[in-house]
Structure formats: C-alpha cells, structure tokens
T-cell receptor, first 111, second 112 residues
Framework: GENVEQHPSTLSVQEGDSAVIKCTYS??????FPWYKQELGKRPQLIID?????GEKKDQRIAVTLNKTAKHFSLHITETQPEDSAVYFC??????????FGSGTRLQVQP | DGGITQSPKYLFRKEGQNVTLSCEQN?????MYWYRQDPGQGLRLIYY???????QKGDIAEGYSVSREKKESFPLTVTSAQKNPTAFYLC???????????FGSGTQLSVL
C-alpha cells in the first residue's frame, strides 16, 4: 500500500521567516495530495491541496509544489506568523481506499 | 464543520469493557472513515466504508469493529481486545467522486 514519509518532525522558525515541510510517497498511482493543519485537540483542517496534473499551487502565504518523477511534494509557508504554529500533515490518495497521512510536523513560530 | 458530528467528545473505558464512538454526517457522503491518532503521530486508518452495508479493514483494525447500516452513520466499537485504546479518534467522510475529506471534531478515549 501507499506509504508517506514526512520531515522534519519539528520545525522552529522566527516570525516572518519561511517554513518548508517535505513529504515523499511510494505509490506512483497517487494523484491527490492535501495538506492539513491541526491545532491541539482539534480536527485537521485542509489548508491547501494539489492534484497530479499540476506542479505548483499557491494560496496567499501558502504554496505547495509537486514533483511526480521524484514522488515528493512540499509545503511552503512564507512570512510566518505565531498563529501558524500547529501540527501540519501531508497526505496522498490514489483514488482507492483512503488518504494515507504522513507522521506530522510540529511548527513553532517564535515571536 | 457541522456536517459531521462525533460523540462523545471524551470517553473513558474500564478494563474489559466495549465502548462505542458515534459518527453521524448530514453531507450525503457515500464514504466514511475512522482514523486513530496517538500523541505526536499521524493518522492511522482503522476502518472505512465506501457504501452502505459494506466496510473494509484499514491498517490497524484489530480490536475494533464497525457497522454501516445507514448512509449517515458509521459507529466504531472499541472492544476489550484492543489493549491500548487510549487515543484521539477521528471520523471523516467524502462525497462520491470527490477527494476532499471532511473531519469530525474527534473523540478522546482514555482508559480508567
């Protein structure tokens, strides 16, 4: 089945800096790659997603890039703010079964 | 957000006891899922159901059971066979042909 690896597990940045989280996937049939933000004790919230026919997608301070050949995708957050502090999960989906999630990255933005 | 309702928010299980977590959705979604989340870890798939009266095991189904008698409902039972049930349980649903997953607010299960 699909396997998704995510790194780093923790990331600390200064307010205003950029943050990058990387994921790799194993199943070349995966064609949908969402990113979720989760605050403590809350449900994951979808922040951005990308499909395999697109190489990059941007939404204000958040962007995702996808390299299908290398089977990896990344989340980029620019001009980080303290409210960006949370756990971020990547996921991959083949269209069968269910989303497979990475292990999460705890992002801390220092004021 | 109000489309998927999980209850209760907190649940305590005594040793040897079965407990059932409720998940109801009013989004008319065909597919429903149960994930388990342990502290500092990702979401692991327990069971999923793509249509009524059918469900499949996920990666960590041992010690759990589900039913899907109605489209709106997908309850999860944590049986006494699950020796380490303490975790945050998330229910999710997805519309037919769609990719976006909608999550419930979760149930925190702890052992007394």
């Amino acid at each position: 089945g699909e396997n998704v690896e995510q790194h780093p597990s923790t990331l600390s940045v200064q307010e205003g800096d950029s943050a990058v989280i990387k994921c790799t996937y194993s199943d070349s049939a995966s064609n949908y790659f969402p990113w979720y933000k989760q605050e403590l004790g809350k449900r994951p919230q979808l922040i951005i997603d990308i499909r395999s026919n697109v190489g990059e997608k941007k939404d204000q301070r958040i962007a995702v890039t996808l390299n299908k050949t290398a089977k990896h995708f990344s989340l980029h957050i620019t001009e980080t703010q303290p409210e960006d502090s949370a756990v971020y999960f990547c996921a991959a989906y083949t269209g069968r079964r269910a989303l497979t999630f990475g292990s999460g990255t705890r992002l801390q933005v220092q004021p | 957000d109000g489309g998927i309702t999980q209850s209760p928010k907190y649940l305590f299980r005594k040793e040897g006891q079965n407990v059932t977590l409720s998940c109801e959705q009013n989004l008319n979604h065909d597919a429903m899922y149960w994930y388990r989340q342990d502290p500092g870890q990702g979401l692991r798939l327990i069971y999923y159901s793509q249509i009524v009266n059918d469900f499949q095991k996920g990666d960590i189904a041992e010690g759990y059971s589900v039913s899907r008698e109605k489209k709106e409902s997908f309850p999860l039972t944590v049986t006494s066979a699950q020796k380490n049930p303490t975790a945050f349980y998330l229910c999710a649903s997805r519309g037919q042909g769609a990719e976006k997953l909608f999550f419930g607010s979760g149930t925190q299960l702890s052992v007394l």
